[in-house]
């Protein structure tokens, strides 16, 4: 993971900017879990139009793709899943999917 593509402390949405998501959460979709030795994984797909109101200091300059997001901050964007989960990755050709692990002996 890029540690310069990801925050210290989270950047929390306004009222504002969350109600612009609200129409967007019941189409999150999330997908099965699939795991190695070591984590448990799964990816979540925004909807693609999302993308278009979702703050731009989400987002990586340099790619264009949202950079990694602390739990608060995919949280806040509507995306739920139990405790443990941790944003690692964005998937570039499809900037619309997010990549999520955590370990397999999380309690």
């Known amino acids: 993971?890029?540690?310069?593509?990801?925050r210290k402390q989270p950047r929390l949405l306004s009222e504002p900017e969350r109600a612009r998501l609200e129409e967007?959460?019941?189409s999150i979709h999330y997908s099965s879990r699939?795991?190695?030795d070591n984590f448990e994984y799964r990816h979540v797909t925004l909807p693609k139009n999302m993308l278009k109101v979702i703050p731009k200091d989400y987002f990586d300059t340099e790619t264009g793709t949202l950079r990694i997001l602390l739990e608060d901050e995919w949280r806040g964007l509507g995306i739920t899943q139990s405790l443990g989960w941790e944003h690692?990755?964005?998937h570039t050709p499809e900037p619309h999917i997010l990549l999520f692990k955590r370990s397999k002996d999380y309690n």
């Open 24 to 26: 967007f959460q019941d």
């Open 88 to 90: 690692y990755e964005t």
């Open 34 to 36: 699939y795991s190695d």
């Open 1 to 6: 993971m890029d540690s310069k593509n990801r």
